[in-house]
């Protein structure tokens, strides 16, 4: 498995920038190469994305959720991956959002990427737009406050 840590800070307070997290179905505007998420249920989500040139889904489970603080996941089907995001309060008005993202390449041209640091870069380039997108509305489209206890720690 490939393992990506990046951080970012935001221009908004802690729930804006979790809330906005929270809205699963927003990752396309700012997320490289993802074509559709729907949410499921108040723990699944179904992916629908294009990685190296071609189209795979995977569905994923939350395995932990703490309104400001974090949420977690795990592929549950399809391509495998896991990762945990975290939210720091930095001060009322900013926010540092940290990701740790594992997923398992696949085929040829994923493990050559994933050597040359292409998913790294893609990660980083996700927050970045994730950070100017939430800047830019200055509020989260909605927000989802529920609370998921951890129900498998196997994700670290």
């Known amino acids: 498995m490939a393992m990506v840590q990046k951080t970012v ?4 307070p802690v729930h804006e920038a979790y809330n906005q997290w929270t809205q699963f179905e927003s990752f396309p505007r700012f997320m490289e190469g993802v074509e559709e998420v729907r949410q499921l249920d108040e723990r699944r989500l179904h992916w ?4 190296a040139g071609r189209e795979v889904e995977w ?9 400001d603080k974090r949420i977690a996941w795990r592929s549950t089907g399809g391509r495998g991956n896991a990762g945990v995001v975290d939210f720091h309060r930095l001060d009322e008005a900013n926010t540092q959002v940290s990701l740790q993202l594992e997923a398992d390449p696949e085929g040829f041209t994923e493990k050559v990427g994933e050597k040359v640091g292409m998913l790294d870069r893609q990660v ?6 994730f950070r100017d997108y ?7 489209e909605g927000a989802y406050r529920g ?5 498998d720690r196997n994700w670290n």
């Open 134 to 140: 939430i800047a830019n509305r200055g509020t989260a």
């Open 9 to 12: 800070d935001v221009p908004v």
């Open 59 to 67: 569905d994923a489970e939350i395995t932990e959720q703490i309104p």
């Open 48 to 51: 629908r994305a294009k990685v």
């Open 124 to 129: 980083e380039g996700d927050l970045k737009r």
């Open 147 to 151: 609370r998921t206890e951890p129900s």
